[in-house]
């Protein structure tokens, strides 16, 4: 016992000697796994720190639902067939044609998607009660045209029309066939409003 004890001072008084303290002695001799573990919860801390304002940035928040959630959260609501979604006044106005042989409009969050209205339509809209191609089949063509988001879709004069915003802001319009669901034609509109919601998605 005495031997380790003056081993322990001889070790004490060399890190003096070199400027060290005794609280140093400590944490090399007894302490050594605790600094790591110090420095590893640390680095995990950090990490965590570092981790979460990502996550938030990730998630969906403060966007624009997709206009593929639109639909199928219309669908939801009311079983049916869709033949329009618009972005349009800070939010979503998709027209449906129900399983209840009623015409619908729906009106769901710019953001969450969500449905946060929705009524009957009386207007006669019977020749636009389906087609071949879905509106979500015509927003991946339109997309495929034009890389950007898709503010609109709309089964109109015998085809879908979609207006896409580019990645650089620019609109553009996009036809696709009702039957094939190939794109036909797509050009810049060169009528864009600047007062319209829809231009400001991305």
Known sequence: MKRNYVIACIAAAAVLAAGGTATGVALADGGG???????AATATTASARTGTPAANTSGSGGGVATIDRVVHAAQASEPGTVTSAE????????????????????????GTGKVIASRTDGGDQDDRKGAPVTATRAAAAARGAVAG???????????WE???TAHNGARHEVY??????????EHLNRH???GDDDGDDD
């Open 149 to 159: 988001t898709v503010t609109s879709v709309e089964l109109d004069n015998g085809r």
């Open 33 to 39: 796994s605790g600094t790591g573990s110090s420095g």
């Open 162 to 164: 979609a207006e896409v």
């Open 176 to 185: 696709i066939d009702l039957t094939t669901g190939k794109v036909t034609s």
């Open 87 to 110: 972005l349009d006044h800070g939010r979503w106005e998709v027209d449906l044609y129900g399983k209840d042989k009623v015409w619908h409009e729906i009106h769901l969050d710019r």
């Open 192 to 194: 864009q409003h600047d």
